[in-house]
């Protein structure tokens, strides 16, 4: 067990107990358990347990095999149609909530989303979920960042109908969470424009994936232990899907400033049209940049619990260089605050004239320099903003 690429190895306290104990405790925080091992059994697919809830149609087990195992748990090969995800730890309800609420599963029907058949579920947890799925794409070099962007983009827009205005102070606060359990020296913050809204949670990302035709489909998954770890299960905008497939296209293959605004691209031309608006993607209003952050952090989170150096070292080096922005963004609030001066001075000389302590014609100049001051402040403000990608 040790050894499966599942395995929390790089976060184990001493003290931990073993996991047949129900619960095992990590550097962050403790990990709930279940006995999946009988799963992996033909003999146990006969029927439905009896403890929980069964959401969907059991499946026919024909021919049990083992896909392989990743860092969400494993992949079994039920029939010639259908696939097992099992997760050997108890990480929330995502999966059942897209099967269980018919609007949204009715509203994905058509889009380049797998979604599940059926889920076992116990106890507010997902175990098991079911997918019609013939194949699974296992060739990394095939994947294509814009027919992906365009396939996120599709699910996003239908998904739109069912969106919540942004939640800005729980998003900077799930930054500030991860952040403090990672123990990292970056700091960073955003607001957040009224076009960039909260939609149903969905998690995807570039290891599970199918075709349908020459059409790329995700599929949808459980959430993984780094996130369930390290913050709460907050709606997120789209653009926090979309940076977390760009972060792993880019970690595998490298992507450059041309190819990030290609996929940024794509995604815009699917989804809902108020995600392109120029404050939706600015990065002083967050935009692309701070859910890059966000992916890159987790990306972090998963090096560290996996003691996966390899990874922990891109992620490292990305989080060096951010500080770049930053600074570029400090310089920026300096002209912000420019603007805000500017309006405070023309009020001051306004009432300074109406109380006489200047003459009127010094107060009407006064003010409209300071007006002009801070149409000028504004506009290099946001004539400097950074590039999306």
């Known amino acids: 067990m040790d050894e499966s690429p599942w395995w929390p190895k790089g976060i184990i306290t001493e003290d931990s107990e073993g996991f047949a104990s129900g619960r095992i405790q990590t550097l962050f925080g403790t990990l709930q358990t279940w006995d999946y091992s009988q799963c992996l059994d033909e003999m146990w697919w006969n029927s439905p347990p009896q403890d929980g809830t069964v959401w969907g149609q059991w499946p026919n087990v024909t021919n049990l095999s083992e896909i392989r195992q990743d860092r969400k748990g494993y992949l079994l090969r039920l029939n010639e149609t259908q696939i097992a995800r099992i997760t050997p730890f108890a990480l929330g309800n995502d999966l059942s909530r897209l099967v269980q609420y018919e609007p949204w599963f009715s509203a994905l029907d058509d889009s380049p989303l797998v979604l599940p058949s059926m889920v076992y579920f116990v ?25 992906l962007a365009n396939s996120l983009g599709f699910i996003h827009n239908k998904l739109h109908v069912f969106s919540t205005p942004n939640t800005e102070r729980r998003w900077n606060e799930r930054l ?194 300071c007006v002009v001051g801070a149409i000028v402040c504004n506009v290099v403000y946001w004539s400097k903003d950074p590039q999306p990608y």
Not at 123 to 147: F, N, Q, T, W
Request: charge should be neutral; glycine fraction near 8%; include cysteine.
């Open 123 to 147: 106890g507010k947890h997902d175990r098991i979920a079911v997918y019609e799925c013939p194949m699974l794409i296992s060739d990394a070099e095939a994947l294509d960042a814009e027919k």
């Open 176 to 369: 500030q969470d991860i952040e403090a359990e990672l123990k990292v020296t970056t700091l960073w913050r955003a607001p957040h424009s009224q076009y960039t809204v909260g939609l149903p949670r969905l998690n995807v990302d570039t290891e599970l994936l199918t075709k349908r035709g020459d059409e790329l489909m995700f599929i949808a998954d459980i959430r993984t232990p780094v996130e369930h770890l390290l913050c709460q299960a907050d709606r997120l905008p789209g653009l926090a899907n979309l940076m977390l497939v760009e972060q792993q296209i880019s970690f595998l293959k490298g992507m450059n400033e041309a190819t990030r605004k290609v996929m940024l691209d794509a995604w815009l031309s699917k989804s809902p049209k108020s995600y392109g608006n120029k404050k939706a993607v600015s990065t002083l209003l967050g935009g692309p940049w701070i859910w890059r952050y966000h992916a890159v952090l987790l990306a972090l989170g998963e090096a560290r619990i996996y003691a996966d150096e390899e990874l922990g070292n891109k992620a490292q080096r990305w989080l060096d260089d951010v500080s770049r922005i930053q600074a570029h963004l400090g310089v920026l609030r300096l002209w912000k605050s420019g603007l805000w001066g500017g309006v405070v001075g023309a009020v001051i000389a306004f009432f300074a004239g109406r109380m006489g302590t200047i003459s009127p014609s010094a107060a009407l100049i006064t003010g409209c320099l």
